[in-house]
């Protein structure tokens, strides 16, 4: 208990009375340290021996309240451990297929790779290619402009051989017409002469005109090398219109030749008839 000095009337001085007023404070602050440091050790006693004590102390600071709330928060870390457990699994499932994808892809490069070197070969054997057929061209040019040399040789020989068998069908002519009582004059006979059918002008290659029973006709023809049927017909096609006793003449005449000259109405001589 504190000491009691309520006795303040036998203190009359005033100056007295404040240095009694200080160590009453004085002695009233000793008494009480000495109490805190008896009831702190009392308290730091229950707390090591009494275990509700410790509780109840716990309980008043709010301890409780703090250990639900972390035991809250370790179940979320729990959790979240969990997760992270989860996405590390599906992270190492996403590495493998990248790591397979990986080794595919270099798969795909090495036969890119291959197939680049098989494209350079494929170019190296075109080019070889190319070079072979421009030889090959160029051998074929030489070719046509052969073909073509020996076509226009062949066509001057044509032309004096057609020449030369329209010398000797004009020779022959005036015989061979007399046998059918044609009479004409070798005179007359005209090469290469235009006469007009269906209102054109039209080249035939022999016309003279005789006679036949004292009767003028005209009389036209064709000379040709070989005659087949084919000549026949375009020649018969050529001339139908035009009024005249027509015929061919030719150094060989096939088969079927004679055969269709004869269905048209279309003489025809050979060079040895």
Known sequence: MLPRFYDFHLYHNK?????????????????LVMQGSKLKEEIL??????????????GLLGYDVILKRLEEHDKKFIEILHRLEEHDKNFAKIF??????????????????????????????????????DAMLEEIKRIRIGITRLREEVGRLSRKYGIVLGDIAITKLPILLAREGIIIDRADIKARYPIIVDIEEVEVD???EGKVDGKTVKIIGG????????????FYNKFKNYDAIKFMFGHTIRPNAEIKAKELGIKLYATYS
């Open 15 to 31: 100056r007295l009375f404040n240095l009694v007023l200080f160590l009453y404070t004085y002695l009233a602050h000793i008494f």
């Open 45 to 58: 006693m229950l707390l090591k021996e009494d275990e509700m004590f410790r509780y109840a102390v716990l």
């Open 96 to 133: 493998e297929r990248l790591e397979e994808h990986d080794k595919k892809f270099i798969e795909i490069l090495k036969r890119l790779d291959r197939h680049d070197e098989n494209f350079v070969k494929i170019f190296e054997r075109l080019e070889e290619h190319d070079k072979k057929f």
């Open 206 to 208: 022999i016309y003279v």
């Open 223 to 234: 000379v040709k090398g070989r005659i087949d049927q084919n000549d026949v017909i375009r």
